[in-house]
């Protein structure tokens, strides 16, 4: 049986590839295994990467270790929701005002640099849809911290935050700069294909902040120079202005639909949709449910569709539009 690699999967096995530390492996192997499609094609893919898994685990856990185990630790953000988005950025440039107005996550805003010293994640709605936004240390032309780079090799997409009131030159630059040392591709800067012509690179979004103290001119000079390659929002946590726009932004960067489960003969699940990357089929829904149940998957209805009527019975192969209610019928 074929193996069927998703271009998400591949994404991350050329992420794992290009890792320098056991920290960024480790990040990049638990993305391939959390979206490799799960079938008898890829079992022994499956086995390759699990037992890749237990023995860095294994070595981060021996007595030597035990200081950069702890390291990596911090730096591991197990993904969480529709999506991750890892927030960069320079000191003060209001990486934490983000996260503390658009989450519930405790976060030590301060008007001093470096008030965070290690990532802090918090969970965002757009819609009914939770997405996972992730506070991180500053960086400087000079320095991050040793380990930061795999919260944005693990992450969805990347936000790169600007202050609108400071250098944005320098800012991107920077940021730019150590994403680029560290052999981080971004969709912007340019075509990166692998060998099948499917696109690689993570998904960037520029956030730039402070809007109600620097006006419209350095936002439209930001715009003017990156806007071509990145989207950008701005925003202003003190007058909240942007902060729906940047909600609606990523949701839609991300390229997710969410699907409501349904079981026969009970009313679906309308609190908590099931999010899967545009393109997903039935079976991937059955898969993303339970991983047995994909081949146990016999029949399956749908409702709320943009293709079928209400009730229309639909195959497995059917692919899942935004907001449509799937009930299935297992064997």
Same mark, same amino acid.
């Given at each position: 049986?074929?193996?069927?690699?998703?271009?998400?999967?591949?994404?991350?096995?050329?992420?794992?590839?290009?890792?320098?530390?056991?920290?960024?492996?480790?990040?990049? =192997?638990?993305?391939?295994?959390?979206?490799?499609?799960?079938?008898? @094609?890829?079992?022994?893919?499956?086995?390759?990467?699990?037992?890749?898994?237990?023995?860095?685990?294994?070595?981060?856990?021996?007595?030597?270790? @035990?200081?950069?185990?702890?390291?990596?630790?911090?730096? $591991?953000?197990?993904?969480?929701?529709?999506?991750?988005?890892?927030?960069?950025?320079?000191?003060?440039? @209001?990486?934490?005002?983000?996260?503390?107005? =658009?989450?519930?996550?405790?976060?030590?805003?301060?008007?001093?640099?470096?008030?965070?010293?290690?990532?802090?994640?918090?969970?965002?709605?757009?819609?009914?849809?939770?997405?996972?936004?992730?506070?991180?240390?500053?960086?400087?032309?000079?320095?991050?911290?040793?380990?930061?780079?795999?919260?944005?090799?693990?992450?969805?997409?990347?936000?790169?935050?600007?202050?609108?009131?400071?250098?944005?030159?320098?800012?991107?630059?920077?940021?730019?700069?150590?994403?680029?040392?560290? /052999?981080?591709?971004?969709? @912007?800067?340019?075509?990166?294909?692998?060998?099948?012509?499917?696109?690689?690179?993570?998904?960037?979004?520029?956030?730039?902040?402070?809007?109600?103290?620097?006006?419209?001119?350095?936002?439209?000079?930001? /715009?003017? =120079?990156?806007?071509?390659?990145?989207?950008?929002?701005?925003?202003?946590?003190?007058?909240?202005?942007?902060?729906?726009?940047?909600?609606?932004?990523?949701?839609?960067?991300?390229?997710?639909?969410?699907?409501?489960?349904?079981?026969?003969?009970?009313?679906?699940?309308?609190?908590?949709?099931?999010?899967?990357?545009?393109?997903?089929?039935?079976?991937?829904?059955?898969?993303?449910? $339970?991983?047995?149940?994909?081949?146990?998957?016999?029949?399956? /209805?749908?409702?709320?569709?943009?293709?079928?009527?209400?009730?229309?019975?639909?195959?497995?192969?059917?692919?899942?539009?935004?907001?449509?209610?799937?009930? =299935? $019928?297992?064997?």
């Amino acid at each position: 049986m074929p193996a069927n690699l998703s271009p998400e999967y591949k994404k991350a096995d050329e992420w794992y590839r290009s890792a320098t530390t056991d920290e960024e492996r480790l990040t990049a =192997l638990e993305e391939m295994l959390r979206v490799i499609p799960k079938h008898k @094609g890829t079992e022994h893919i499956q086995a390759d990467i699990k037992r890749k898994i237990s023995k860095i685990k294994e070595a981060a856990t021996a007595p030597h270790r @035990g200081a950069a185990a702890k390291r990596g630790d911090m730096f $591991h953000i197990p993904k969480s929701g529709g999506g991750q988005v890892a927030l960069i950025g320079l000191p003060n440039c @209001g990486k934490s005002s983000i996260l503390a107005h =658009l989450t519930n996550a405790k976060v030590n805003v301060t008007d001093y640099p470096y008030g965070t010293e290690k990532p802090v994640p918090g969970m965002m709605r757009h819609e009914d849809v939770p997405i996972e936004i992730v506070d991180t240390p500053p960086i400087t032309a000079d320095y991050a911290a040793p380990g930061q780079v795999q919260v944005y090799r693990g992450c969805d997409m990347i936000g790169i935050v600007v202050d609108l009131s400071a250098d944005i030159l320098d800012q991107m630059e920077v940021c730019l700069k150590f994403l680029r040392e560290h /052999r981080l591709l971004l969709e @912007g800067e340019g075509l990166h294909l692998d060998d099948t012509g499917q696109t690689l690179g993570h998904k960037a979004l520029i956030i730039a902040t402070k809007r109600d103290i620097a006006g419209v001119d350095a936002g439209a000079t930001l /715009r003017e =120079l990156y806007g071509s390659s990145f989207p950008m929002v701005e925003i202003s946590t003190v007058t909240a202005e942007g902060l729906l726009d940047l909600t609606r932004t990523v949701f839609t960067m991300l390229d997710i639909v969410r699907v409501y489960a349904k079981r026969p003969g009970h009313p679906p699940d309308m609190k908590e949709p099931f999010t899967l990357p545009r393109g997903s089929s039935v079976s991937d829904l059955a898969n993303r449910i $339970h991983r047995d149940l994909a081949d146990k998957l016999k029949t399956a /209805r749908v409702w709320n569709s943009p293709v079928c009527h209400d009730g229309q019975n639909i195959p497995r192969e059917h692919i899942v539009n935004d907001k449509e209610i799937i009930e =299935l $019928h297992f064997a």
